[in-house]
């Protein structure tokens, strides 16, 4: 949401900077990826030098829109995860971040692809970001039951790479729908959570001192 305009009447930079942003926003949903600078800075109205002006350069650019869109994830995500039951919570978080690829295609492009290389630093840190946010979550639920907790980090990062490669492959081929990729994930990974919970690599010795 654009920001209310300063005392003055006129924006401040940091108002600027986000109306600036938002409309680069919208050049990519509508350009794609690939749009250049001169085409991101015509949609906010303004010369290329002002864009950079505010963001330095394209990297600039894509490090403000990864921080932008890393706050919007894990908003979606927050209700997901604070859902009771264990599997529908690993049902409803993986199809949530689906549902953000979905969603915003060209914008998941702009960071990831060879096009917007600029952006592949900022789509790893909120990569990072999400795992982190899993593994407290199933850190906490491990030990309520009393379980041993010492495997919800890697297991995290494993399921949010997994999510991730899976949806990377899937916003590209569309061979199917979100609600049967989102079934697959989850039947899939949760064999693997049922493995953690029951203690399995603390029992085979797996931890390190």
Partial sequence: MMAPPGRSGRPTREERREQLLAAAVDAIRTLGPGASMEQLAAQGGVTKPIL????????????????HYATVLMERLTGPLETADPREQLRRTVDAYLAFLEDEPQLYAFLTSGTARPGVEEAGAILEA????????????????????????????GVVGMV??????????????????????????????????????????????
């Fill in 52 to 67: 950079y002006r505010h963001f330095g350069d394209r990297e600039g650019l894509g490090r403000a829109i990864g921080e």
């Fill in 130 to 157: 999400v795992a982190r946010r899993v593994a407290s979550r199933i850190g906490d639920q491990l030990r309520s039951l009393g379980l041993d907790s010492g495997g919800a980090e890697p297991f995290a990062f």
């Fill in 164 to 209: 991730h490669q899976a949806g990377d492959w899937w916003i590209r081929s569309r061979t199917m729908t979100r609600d049967a990729l989102t079934s697959y994930l989850t039947a899939l990974l949760w064999s693997g959570f049922e493995g953690l919970a029951a203690g399995t690599p603390a029992a085979a010795g797996a931890h390190l001192d």
